[in-house]
């Protein structure tokens, strides 16, 4: 199928359910709005195998439009709204895109495309219209993973890469049912949105509340009044929810409960006193509205503290891996096992993975291979030499490790792996798991840096306005005691401004190194 058959087979099996949960538009209702922006996309001059932009927060309009670029089609650039008119013109023009489907709040004079308003009010559908006879291979989404200026890496993902992942994410068929409700703040132009508010939902026939911005209160409110049973999220929010969660229980004088029930669940529940459990269970979920059945985190890696401490206050929690170029989640953890740190489980179906250069520390490249893996970046044969094997399968560039169970783990970025003057490799993932656990410390990056021509180890933390230097330098002290002492961060500096992040709220390592070389933060060596 393509995705517009896509969206079809789902109306036919579910047209009464809500897709558009906070406007009350129902499957059937939203391909009629689909028809309808066809019509004024084709009446802007849009045909077959033009390209598209969209650029939009997550409002209803925006999958509309998608949905009615590949009626026509067309093929959707997905762009990210936290770039520049100067960015905007460079991808452009990168990928021949002559429109961009924008709110009003983007638009700029350029000369490079035009821009067609969102948020307009269409009219009525056009009867001489027909879907356009897509093939699977027709390249669907067009996503740039590396900048927009210079040699930029452009994702081209095709119809068939997008249906496999739908059909891959019926292995989470226990956790989501018909006319549940996912929660949709990810933003729709970042593929762990899209694949979880737009391909997951088509395929369950679950409804979608999409909500634009990122305010707290209007999340917890949302939370309080549509009460959805699955919460997508990056592991960042889920930490924040914890520690509101922690609050509150310590505010009902239950928090005594709660850390019993945290380390001897299981044991209450068997010997009679699972009414102690329940008791901490339920203020916790009518946090999340009182029906969350799920809770998702991707788009980086979780503490294991983390989903530990939601699976033993009663919620499922599972773990996704993927890139761009993998249409996101084609790795997904089971919930309700115990986990090594940073598992992410296994390949979805009908996709596999290879482990390959293990060093001694049982740490190996992850390549992946299926049907949701992309064919190759748009024009850039050097790269794609580079990253695809004779054989088919892609190197995704992360470092895992594989447990007894099969579930994969992750270890850092093979480019962010830090190599020493001695050739010893330290992983920056695995210290920042440690320095977060330090009180105060809000976020913190490391990486590889020069000192004196010697290389090391080198973190940046992002602090409470009350840390001090010394109270820091105690902290990573204790903390380097944990692991291998070549793996020491013993030069770091600290901020009290936040860290530069991505906008699944990933650590832009570069910028913050960068930060550092321009003595923007407070340093401090031994």
Not at 280 to 294: A, D, M, N, T, W
Not at 338 to 353: M, Q
């Amino acid at each position: 199928m393509n995705m517009y058959q896509l969206l079809e087979s789902a109306v036919a099996k579910w047209p009464d359910n809500l897709f558009l949960v906070r406007e009350g538009v129902t499957f059937s209702g939203f391909i009629e709005l689909v028809k309808r922006r066809a019509a004024e996309l084709h009446a802007a001059g849009v045909r077959r195998g033009d390209i598209v932009g969209v650029l939009s927060h997550n409002i209803p309009q925006m999958p509309t439009t998608m949905f009615a670029v590949w009626y026509l089609g067309g093929t959707v650039l997905l762009l990210d709204t936290n770039l520049t008119p100067y960015e905007y013109d460079n991808m452009t023009s990168t990928t021949d895109c002559h429109i961009v489907a924008a709110e009003k709040s983007f638009f700029y004079k350029t000369k490079k495309f035009k821009f067609f308003d969102i948020t307009q009010e269409d009219g009525k559908p056009n009867g001489r219209l027909k879907p356009a006879p897509l093939e699977p291979l027709d390249v669907a989404t067009l996503s740039f993973t590396s900048g927009s200026t210079g040699k930029p890496k452009v994702v081209p993902l095709t119809h068939y890469n997008l249906t496999s992942c739908a059909t891959s994410l019926e292995d989470m068929h226990d956790y989501i049912k018909a006319g549940d409700i996912m929660y949709g703040f990810l933003p729709l132009y970042h593929i762990y949105g899209f694949a979880v508010e737009i391909l997951a939902t088509l395929h369950y026939g679950a409804g979608v509340l999409l909500q634009p911005t990122v305010n707290p209160k209007e999340i917890m409110a949302d939370f309080q009044k549509y009460r959805p049973q699955a919460i997508p999220a990056v592991p960042r929010l889920f930490e924040v929810i914890r520690n509101r969660i922690i609050d509150t229980l310590k505010g009902k004088h239950i928090w005594w409960l709660a850390s019993l029930v945290l380390k001897y669940g299981k044991t209450l529940n068997k010997i009679g006193l699972g009414f102690l459990v329940s008791k901490v269970q339920k203020p916790v979920r009518e946090i999340f509205g009182g029906r969350v059945s799920l809770l998702i985190a991707g788009g980086a890696a979780t503490k294991p503290e983390v989903e530990t401490f939601y699976e033993r206050l009663g919620m499922r929690f599972i773990q996704g891996y993927g890139l761009t170029e993998t249409v996101g989640p084609i790795c997904i953890s089971k919930p309700l096992k115990k986990r090594e740190a940073f598992a992410f489980g296994a390949p979805t179906s009908n996709n596999e993975c290879e482990i390959r250069d293990t060093n001694e520390d049982g740490v190996g490249v992850l390549w992946l291979r299926g049907p949701q893996v992309f064919g190759g970046y748009l024009n850039n044969q050097d790269a794609n030499e580079v990253v695809f094997d004779e054989r088919g399968f892609f190197n995704t560039g992360d470092m895992v490790t594989m447990d007894k169970n099969g579930e994969l783990h992750f270890a850092g970025r093979k480019k962010q792996v830090i190599v020493l003057d001695s050739g010893k490799n330290v992983y920056p993932d695995e210290l920042e798991a440690l320095f977060m656990k330090i009180p105060g410390v809000n976020n913190v990056a490391v990486f590889e840096h020069k000192i004196k021509d010697k290389t090391v180890a080198y973190g940046v933390f992002s602090v409470d306005p009350d840390m001090t230097m010394e109270k820091l330098a105690a902290g990573v002290a204790g903390a380097n005691k944990k692991v291998a002492s070549y793996k020491w961060v013993t030069h770091f500096a600290m901020t009290t401004d936040e860290l530069p992040t991505t906008s699944t709220q990933k650590i832009k390592h570069h910028l913050v190194r960068q930060n550092l070389i321009d003595g923007k933060y407070p340093t401090r060596k031994e």
